[in-house]
């Protein structure tokens, strides 16, 4: 099991998740962040820190994000586990599901 990032996360990315992550495992795309699955430790640290509430973990994902679940893991499918977010800093991409999204409005704006 892991922790999922879903849709009130586009377009916003506060990143204190990112900061919370005691293992590093949240990673920036260019419209949302994404949780890598295979090293995500489910300590559940970020999920209280994320001010748009949108980390879940996956079985108590809100159905109608439940293909968020997908594309954090599908996201990584070229990248695998490169061990570290902070050395990758922001990957060039987004899964499908995002890119097709419409703008979304940051409520911490």
Do not use: S
Not at 34 to 47: F, H, K, L, S, T
């Amino acid at each position: 099991m892991t922790y999922v990032i879903a849709l009130p996360c586009v377009d916003v990315k506060d990143r204190a998740c990112v900061d919370e992550c005691p293992v590093d495992c949240i990673y920036e795309g260019n419209r949302m962040l994404y949780i890598q699955p295979d090293e995500c430790v489910d300590c559940g640290a970020c999920e209280p820190v994320c001010p748009v509430e949108a980390i879940y973990y996956e079985d108590d994902t809100p159905d109608q994000w439940a293909e968020y679940y997908k594309a954090n893991v599908e996201f990584f499918d070229d990248l695998g586990a490169p061990g570290g977010a902070a050395k990758m800093g922001v990957i060039d991409k987004d899964h499908p599901l995002i890119d097709a999204l419409p703008p979304q409005p940051n409520p911490l704006a």
